[in-house]
């Protein structure tokens, strides 16, 4: 007998690997990179323009590219090839540094060629990032997903902490042009990281290929229809739209509640960062011991209280220690909804899967920002750092209707034989469409109820994977007999669909069958819509 694999919650477990330890390296100094280009391309702007307002645009620059290209590069992660796909961004991101160095070094660089060149660098970050990680995801086992998510969050709050800084002696000695040429290294860093640990190639399958369009639907379809993923998105917003109030009103804090300028908001911003990094090298034993829920009420917790002594305490040493709290507080949280999200997607669907947490998590995060620096100018910062504790710790009452969990191996392993093969002597085309599939089930009497039940525990599954409207109808000629019914919207559509089931979907549809009547079997129908 096979004994499963005992999950480890030690960081260093996914480290010993050799592919996951060259790709988070490769990471390291990725991310590094961005961080160091994005520092230099604010102060150039301030230099150039004296603006704060240019300077800010060169942030909208950073994270825009992430909001219109997340779910679409998820997509093309999930449908593609994804090595091609990774180092094809790599090679225009590598382009899009090296002119911009040269500019900055020829001194031609000037606010419009800086806000569109890294808005461009932005667009290949947000392309390969779902493809990157899922890379990351499938280098190490199962079991040590969530160590290698967290090794990966440190490597990016790390990467925050140190690239501005490394930058600003750069800048400062050699000038802006040497800090995006370290860019490009960092870029070509990556490139070869991928080049050498490429990510496993998706199944062979002989299904019509999903249009862009479709894949977005898809993934849209998923999320709204998987319990397990759309709770964590949900909990995500929550999370971040109310967390957002102390990241955005930093200056703030630095400047009105401590009186420290310039260098106390890098000290506040750098006990933030220390704290999530010290988080991450504990997170996996304090999530083994905690539990998931228990995990994020103690981090809401936490960080509401983090932001009040932000609102009320004037000695800077509880403030540094409570913001270090907090960091680790947001970074013990987020990682664990970031590991939800990628353990309980199936493979065909898990790059889109990460793509919208990404999406949910820095949509809301933006307006969250805006709409607590609209109150603060309003109420001030200590009402509105107490309304968003408030809004953090009512957060917590997200867990009953929306419960967190990762999901089971069973629950995203593919099926096999759910479903008997199909044999059709003129089968429709892929584009021919809608489809309607009826389930006919002749059950045993007197179990109606029981039967109704069991049967509607198909229907998140079947919405899930494929079907627009899903119905259970009763046959008035015969009380033993009831037909489900549902509809897709396209032939390849459905044999999408039929192939996403899986080992939980196969154990639904036996539980079912135990209703029919002895020797009957469930009889499956297509139609095709013709008018």
């Not at 992430?66 to 180092?87: E, Q, Y």
């Not at 660089?109 to 899922?134: I, K, R, Y």
Request: hydrophobic content about 50%; charged content about 15%.
């Amino acid at each position: 007998m096979t004994v499963p694999a005992t999950p480890s919650h030690s960081i260093w477990s996914p480290l010993r690997l050799p592919a996951f330890r060259g790709l988070w390296t490769g990471s390291v100094v990725y991310f590094t990179g961005n961080a160091m280009q994005v520092m230099a391309a604010s102060w150039l702007m301030v230099e150039l323009t004296g603006s704060s307002f240019l300077a800010a645009l060169v942030q909208t620059a950073v994270f825009l590219p992430m909001f219109l290209l997340a779910l679409p590069a998820g997509v093309l992660a999930d449908t593609t090839d994804r090595r091609r796909l990774i180092l094809s961004a790599l090679a225009v991101q590598t382009g899009v540094c090296v002119l911009l160095a040269l500019l900055a070094m020829a001194g031609w660089a000037g606010p419009a060629s800086l806000l569109l060149f890294t808005f461009a660098a932005g667009c290949c970050t947000a392309v390969l990032s779902p493809a990157w990680n899922t890379t990351v995801a499938d280098s190490v086992p199962r079991q040590d997903m969530p160590q290698a998510i967290t090794a990966m969050s440190i490597a990016w709050n790390s990467a925050r902490a140190v690239g501005p800084s490394v930058a600003g002696f750069v800048f400062a000695w050699l000038g802006a042009g040497w800090v995006f040429a370290a860019a490009v290294a960092s870029t070509i860093a990556m490139w070869q990281a991928v080049r050498r640990w490429p990510p496993r190639p998706h199944p062979e399958t002989r299904l019509p290929a999903e249009r862009l369009w479709g894949g977005t639907l898809s993934g849209l379809r998923y999320a709204r229809h998987s319990p397990i993923i759309l709770a964590q998105l949900l909990r995500a917003i929550a999370y971040t739209g109310a967390g957002s109030a102390l990241w955005a009103l930093l200056p703030g804090i630095a400047a009105q509640q401590l009186n420290t300028g310039a260098a106390g908001f890098g000290i506040l911003m750098g006990c933030l960062g220390t704290g999530a990094v010290a988080a991450g090298l504990v997170l996996g034993k304090v999530r083994a011991r905690l539990g998931l829920e228990r995990l994020i009420t103690v981090g809401c917790i936490l960080f509401a209280l983090a932001m009040l002594v932000a609102a009320y305490v004037r000695v800077h040493a509880v403030v540094y220690a409570s913001l270090a709290v907090g960091g680790a507080a947001w970074m013990a949280v987020m990682a664990t909804f970031n590991t939800a999200t990628q353990s309980s997607a199936p493979p065909w669907v898990r790059s889109r899967a990460a793509a919208l947490h990404t999406l949910s998590s820095l949509g809301a995060f933006a307006m969250g920002s805006a709409l607590w620096g609209a109150i603060s100018g309003i109420a001030g910062l200590p009402i509105t750092l107490t309304l968003a504790a408030l809004a953090m710790a009512g957060g917590i009452f997200l867990a009953r209707p929306f419960p967190l969990r990762m999901g089971d191996a069973h629950e995203i392993t593919p099926a096999t034989g759910l479903w008997e093969e199909l044999h059709m002597q003129d089968p429709p085309a892929p584009e021919d469409g809608p489809v309607a599939v009826e389930l006919s089930y002749r059950i045993r009497d007197g179990e109606a109820q029981e039967f109704l039940h069991a049967v509607t525990q198909l229907r998140a599954a079947r919405r899930r994977d494929g079907a627009t409207i899903w119905r259970v109808y009763r046959d008035l000629g015969d009380s033993s007999r009831y037909v489900e019914r549902f509809i897709v919207a396209s032939w390849a559509d459905y044999l999408h669909q039929r192939a996403r089931a899986t080992m939980a979907d196969q154990q639904l549809e036996a539980q079912v069958r135990e209703f029919l009547q002895p020797g009957e079997q469930v009889v499956m129908q297509h139609y095709l819509a013709e008018r």
